[in-house]
């Protein structure tokens, strides 16, 4: 009897056979629920064998409720059980449940080790499917090509190298150390942990590589530096007699555009145009489209975009970038009017480009249409309106853009979506604003600084006349162990500059080279030009200018122009004036300065040559403008402007202060004469 079992065995699994292949084969639901219907009404309802392959069908189909009734009917149910069943909550996105059900199996075996690894590791649970891996090595399991490659996706989910370097080890020793796809997944591992020398060695030790793994290596390359050794990679593979598929040729692109290498990008295109294959393709459009609107090329990227036979969210986005770049802010807009669908990069990007040349209130503007469109927005959206706050120094609108800031529970901290530039903007816009306490706060509440929160507090300290506790701040900022940049020593200076500490400014002045290892640059000696100046220096000054690594420009002279005049020195003022004529004549400020230091020395001819020369080269005075903000209603004045619909009531007040004016200036006059008599009647 005992010796009968086998075979009667293997003869009921040959008759069942034909059903499992059904199973197997089901196309459909309809299909899969006919041949189950079949199984029941056959003698092999019950056996364990067929309701596995049944279980597999319906995962397969998706149908994780209908296999998990099946599974729960099996009579006697095996590893293979359970096994199916796992595989269905992987493949179906059940991690969890993959990992409850592999603690349920009373004996599991490889192949339920590798998959819930893989159950977990497809869905971002990478530390636990280490914590799997580690189990089945010390369970003495071997693994195999499956899990080796669930372990480095584990690894590059993780952002861990150090574990895919123990994998990596793992995989030498086993006879999968010269297998294609596992070196190409460690390659990928290695290109996804940021570690692109570990991937070249990998990729130069590989006795076979196949297109995957030079696309790994392009692409980890192009994501992680140095980008150029991108485009090398891409020209060697070609020489080896590889084609190029859509991965290989829009990571090329991307690296072309993070290059801005507009002359290699457009060879890429040439190849994608000469492919039936590649020429319609979507991902492919929007990387030409990237490219060229990165390079500074929005013509091309229009022409691309206007030939792609559908548009993507993803392309759209890309050329209002590029308009963005260009500031040509109008053409931007219309794309973004277009769009059909707008993506929270596409609002930030347009609310940027609006911020940055000059359309604040543009800016604001479209942040409140986002709200109004129940878009959530980012911490690059908050940052953008915050510049856009502080350069029209609006503190009301700021502020309420720091509510919604608070309401978003920005901590100002570095992580995987640092948010510490939130930060920066509010304390930067703060100071732009006046309002240096509550930028203090902003700053002192933060969880985490950068050079820039730094940079931001010294310079609006030296803005806003704060002198010492800018500097305060600067060596505060050293003792923190940040290291100062440019922009440091440029609010540094300024300070030094505005409360006219010259020693100081010149011991930091010298620091920089000395201590921090900064070159000085044009607008570091334009500082210096402006602390010397202001000082009456203006022989150090004219020294200092001689050494310059440079030539001076015209901020500088103007600046040294400033203090010519303040200082009364005519004849280095004619200097720094005859440097603005030529660097910049169609600027009427130098000829105006020159004119009022002619005039305050009483030289009438000299006045009278400066502005007939200006009037000559054409050169106009632009008129004077103020603005003044009441009630939510700002005012714009110009000089000789008559369109204020308020004006007589302007000119009547007007009348009354300079009558009151002139009244003091009789009663101060008179206040005069009486002390002098009185003084010398005592005498």
């Not at 993507?312 to 970038?321: K, R």
């Not at 001076?552 to 440097?579: F, Q, T, Y």
């Amino acid at each position: 009897m005992a010796r009968n079992h086998p075979h009667h065995f293997v003869s009921h699994l040959r008759a069942s056979a034909p059903l499992a292949d059904l199973l197997r084969s089901a196309p459909s639901l309809p299909a899969a629920r006919a041949a189950h219907a079949r199984a029941l009404k056959s003698p092999f309802a019950d056996e364990t064998f067929l309701l596995n392959t049944l279980v597999s069908a319906y995962a397969r189909l998706g149908r994780l409720a209908d296999a998990r009734r099946v599974f729960d009917g099996i009579p006697r149910p095996n590893t293979f059980s359970y096994n199916a069943l796992l595989s269905a909550h992987a493949r179906l996105g059940r991690p969890a449940d993959a990992r409850a059900l592999f603690d349920a199996i009373p004996d599991p075996d490889q192949c339920s080790y590798n998959a819930v690894i893989a159950a977990l590791a497809q869905h971002s649970r990478g530390a636990d499917a280490l914590l799997f891996v580690a189990a089945m090595h010390a369970d003495d399991f071997v693994l195999n090509a499956y899990s080796f490659a669930s372990a480095l996706s584990a690894c590059a989910v993780e952002k861990d190298p150090g574990a895919g370097m123990q994998v990596h080890a793992l995989v030498s020793k086993s006879p999968h150390g010269n297998d294609v796809y596992i070196g190409s997944a460690l390659l990928d591992m290695y290109a996804k942990c940021e570690c692109p020398e570990a991937a070249r060695s990998v990729f130069e030790a590989m006795p076979e590589r196949n297109i995957v793994s030079w696309n790994s290596l392009i692409t980890c390359y192009e994501q992680n530096g140095p980008v150029d050794k991108a485009l090398v990679l891409f020209v060697r593979m070609m020489e080896a007699g590889f084609v190029p598929d859509e991965v290989t040729l829009a990571s090329v692109m991307s690296a072309c555009a993070g290059l801005a290498a507009d002359r290699e990008g457009r060879q890429v295109h040439a190849r994608v145009l000469k492919s039936d294959r590649f020429r319609e393709d979507m991902v492919l459009s929007n990387a030409l489209v990237d490219m060229y609107a990165k390079c500074g090329r929005t013509w091309e990227a229009r022409c691309v975009f206007d030939r792609m036979p559908s548009k993507s969210v993803v392309s759209e986005t890309s050329l209002i970038t590029g308009y963005a770049r260009s500031a040509n802010v109008e053409d931007a807009q219309v794309v973004f009017s277009q769009m059909v669908e707008k993506n929270v990069i596409a609002w930030n990007v347009l609310i940027a480009a609006y911020a940055q040349n000059g359309e604040e209130e543009e800016a604001l503007r479209l942040f409140v249409r986002l709200k109004r469109e129940s878009v959530w927005p980012t911490h690059y959206t908050y940052g953008n309106v915050l510049n856009a706050c502080g350069n029209v120094a609006d503190l009301q609108l700021g502020q309420q853009a720091h509510v919604h800031v608070l309401k978003e529970g920005f901590r100002f901290d570095f992580g995987p979506e640092s948010d510490v530039f939130v930060g920066n903007s509010l304390v930067d816009m703060y100071l732009k604003a006046g309002s240096i306490e509550d930028g203090v706060k902003v700053f002192e509440r933060m969880a985490a600084r950068d050079n820039v929160s730094w940079n931001a507090m010294i310079v609006g300290h030296a803005q806003n006349g704060r002198a010492k506790d800018a500097l305060h701040l600067f060596e505060r900022m050293l003792c923190s162990k940040e290291n100062p940049d440019s922009v440091t020593m440029i609010g540094v200076l300024s300070a030094c500059g505005h409360s006219g500490l010259v020693e100081e400014g010149r011991r930091y002045f010298r620091s920089m080279s000395e201590d921090h290892g900064i070159t000085p640059s044009q607008d570091h000696y334009t500082c210096m030009i402006d602390l010397l100046g202001r000082a009456g220096h203006l022989k150090e000054v004219e020294e200092l200018i001689k050494e310059m690594p440079m030539e001076p420009d015209s901020v500088l002279w103007a600046s040294l122009l400033g203090s010519c005049r303040l200082h009364k020195n005519i004849e280095m003022g004619e200097w720094a004036a005859g440097k603005l004529f030529e660097l910049d004549p169609e600027n009427s400020g130098p000829y105006v300065l020159l004119s009022n230091m002619y005039a305050e020395l009483g030289k009438w001819a000299d006045v009278f040559r400066v502005r007939r020369s200006m009037k000559s080269r054409g050169v106009s005075k632009q008129p004077g403008c103020s603005w003044i903000e009441i009630g939510r209603q700002v005012s714009v004045f110009l000089a000789r402007d008559n369109g204020h619909p308020c004006r007589n009531e302007i000119h009547d007040t007007l009348r009354i202060i300079q009558m009151q004016m002139s009244r003091v200036s009789v009663d101060a006059e008179y206040a005069d004469c009486m002390v002098n008599y009185s003084s010398e009647t005592c005498i």
